[in-house]
């Protein structure tokens, strides 16, 4: 049998090496800051769950990315979490049922997907994000969506862009018309914005209605001017007008956020039930995060309703991709037998202290041996000439 070598890893998986493990950590922590700023406290759910509970609502539409493994010890099937949004809502449901409404809840930690076809080619995640449970308000829909933005422009992400929709709105249009069968597929033809796949396989009455849609999509003020003149069931409309109370609301705080708006997009917000979102930035491709609205399981020993939630999930690695990086802290090498006063000076300068751990006889070619930009000399910094 051929033995892999040992730095050869699954499909999907990756080790994240010096310097950009230490920016993503601080990335993670700048957006944990910016949610603490507005009441949103950290939980940290564990890898693994019982299957059961990690699968039911709002982790139902997970199940095909999910790993799962026979627990040794209570002989249940376990599932490694594949995202983060249904620990959360668990955690609100049972351990924090007592808890006041709106509860705030925000989280940091990987995730891993069988596939990793919701978030680029990566299998293993990381995900940062906010959940606000509890209010069914167009409030909580808007301070979700501005939370997110600011966490990215935390992160050093810019010209950040947000993307709504209304993933249940096509299934208002075609409700109660007879489509033999071919839901599924008339639902991939609208994502694909197809118009003529789209005619081909909705009924004639709501076949115009869907290309207007389609159609109407784009920058948010002429997005709802161009729905307003499309013959749209009530439900429909009700849908838009608390869009558009929503679009009002983020403005208000933040009128240079750039807003569009696809009125038929719905595929991976299989668990929304209202307003959702993708964010994007200028200049990179893909999506950085997602989120939107979402019914959470009723608390323990309360009403068997669920209740209303909304929340979102960045993702770390793209986020990192399209930050502006920040420049790196100098490393300078401290010599074997400097005092710990000697390492302070260094610390206080904003530097990285590396300190030598024998004595050497070239301590400028020790210090670029170990990546230095310089060294300590005596009383202060020498800095190396580049080239």
Not at 75 to 89: F, H, K, N, V
Not at 186 to 204: G, V
Request: net charge negative.
């Amino acid at each position: 049998m051929t033995h892999p070598h040992p730095a050869l890893l699954p499909t999907g998986l990756a080790d994240v090496l010096p310097p950009f493990a230490a920016l993503e950590a601080a990335a993670g922590e700048r957006a944990l800051a910016v949610f603490a700023a507005q009441g949103y406290e950290r939980t940290m759910p564990p890898m693994l769950e019982f299957e059961e509970s990690f699968l039911s609502g709002a982790g139902e539409p997970l199940a095909r990315e999910t790993f799962r493994m026979m627990d040794p010890a209570s002989q249940r099937m376990l599932a490694l979490r594949s995202d983060m949004t249904p620990q959360i809502a668990r955690i609100a449901a049972t351990r924090l049922a007592n808890s006041p409404r709106p509860l705030r809840l925000c989280y940091l930690g990987a995730v891993m997907r069988v596939s990793g076809e919701r978030a680029g080619a990566e299998r293993q995640v990381r995900q940062a994000g906010a959940e606000l449970i509890g209010s069914g308000r167009a409030e909580a829909d808007a301070e979700i969506v501005l939370l997110a933005a600011k966490a990215l422009a935390a992160i050093g992400v810019e010209r950040v862009s947000v993307d709504l929709n209304v993933p249940r709105l096509a299934g208002e249009v075609l409700a109660g018309l007879d489509l033999n069968g071919a839901s599924a597929a008339l639902m991939a033809a609208l994502d694909r914005k197809d118009f003529s796949e789209t005619r081909r396989l909705a009924p004639k009455a709501a076949a115009r209605t869907l290309e207007q849609l389609i159609d109407a999509g784009g920058p948010v003020d002429a997005a709802f001017a161009a729905a307003a003149a499309i013959d749209l069931p009530e439900a429909a409309r009700e849908r838009i007008a608390r869009l558009a109370g929503i679009v009002a609301l983020i403005q208000a705080e933040a009128p240079d956020l750039q807003l569009t708006i696809d009125f038929v997009e719905h595929r991976g917000f299989a668990y929304h039930t209202g307003v959702a979102f993708s964010l994007f930035a200028e200049g990179h491709t893909g999506e950085l995060g997602r989120g939107g609205r979402y019914r959470a399981p009723a608390p323990d020993g309360h009403d068997p309703a669920s209740e209303p939630a909304v929340g979102f999930t960045l993702f770390m690695e793209a986020a990192g991709r399209a930050a502006r990086r920040p420049a790196p802290t100098a490393r300078v090498y401290l010599p074997h037998g400097a005092s710990v006063r000697d390492r302070e000076a260094i610390l206080e300068a904003g530097h990285v202290a590396v300190a030598g751990l024998e004595p050497v006889a070239d301590t400028a070619a020790e210090a670029k041996r170990l990546g230095c930009a310089g060294a300590w000399r005596v009383d202060h910094i020498e800095f190396f000439q580049e080239g």
